[in-house]
């Protein structure tokens, strides 16, 4: 039963250009977390997504960011027109429906150059 | 707005000792409470969780107090190990039609050998 994937691992993207962050929740797991790491700092909640619906985005900058849980396929985290303050840890999680507790990915280091 | 605070941002302890991990909130509205730990380049991973309605929970070497009039929580380790050193995130969420949980910024343990 593999856990949370993430990917890619790694990713650098020159400014201006679009970031696309992929997260494939752990097999049974309706709900997916997107967390923010900033250097030196804490895991900070971005959005909350079920299949196919947002359920909290509170957490999401008002513009450029955006995520999706389609009905197949991974959720995506997408990033326009990158700045280098976007730089961070993206951190994925996954639970099952109606059940605290999460299950995160080994997140994707972005790095806007 | 920081509803999860770990005021110390990192701790070293000598290896066998005990190790006391601290956090405070301030919603009233969370009922349940969890400690994760995080390896450098790693997702966090799981530790302890605790529910509102226990004061204490214990998981071998690892026991979370938590202090609802005082809105504080703790997990100490005992005895430490050098395997230990990590940072360690307290985080809090509240079944609120979701179960979105909030992190602390964290406390990175050192465990001297």
């Known amino acids: 039963n593999a856990g949370v994937m993430q990917n890619p691992r790694h990713l650098v993207r020159r400014r201006g250009q679009e970031a696309r962050l992929r997260c494939s929740p752990m097999?049974?797991?309706?709900?997916v977390y997107w967390y923010r790491q900033l250097p030196e700092e804490g895991l900070k909640f971005m959005v909350y997504l079920q299949k196919e619906n947002i359920i909290d985005e509170s957490g999401m900058p008002k513009e450029r960011f955006s995520a999706e849980f389609p009905k197949e396929g991974p959720s995506i985290l997408r990033i326009q027109q990158v700045v280098r303050g976007d730089s961070a840890a993206y951190f994925c999680a996954s639970s099952p429906q109606d059940n605290y507790g999460y299950t995160f990915g080994s997140g994707t280091r972005l790095t806007v150059v | 707005d920081q509803q999860v605070k770990q005021n110390s941002p990192s701790l070293s302890v000598q290896e066998g000792r005990i190790s006391i991990l601290n956090c405070d909130y301030t919603n009233s509205m969370f009922d349940y409470f969890l400690w994760y730990k995080k390896y450098p380049a790693e997702g966090p991973t799981f530790l302890i969780s605790?529910?509102?309605?226990?004061d204490k929970n214990e998981d071998g070497r690892f026991t979370v107090f938590l202090n609802k009039s005082a809105k504080h929580l703790s997990l100490h380790i005992v005895p430490s190990q050098p395997g230990d050193s990590a940072v360690y995130f307290c985080?809090?969420?509240?079944?609120?039609?979701?179960?979105?949980?909030?992190f602390g910024a964290g406390t990175r343990l050192f465990v001297k050998a």
């Open positions: 097999k049974g797991h309706s709900h």
């Open positions: 985080a809090a969420s509240a079944n609120t039609g979701g179960f979105k949980t909030i």
């Open positions: 605790i529910s509102s309605i226990k």
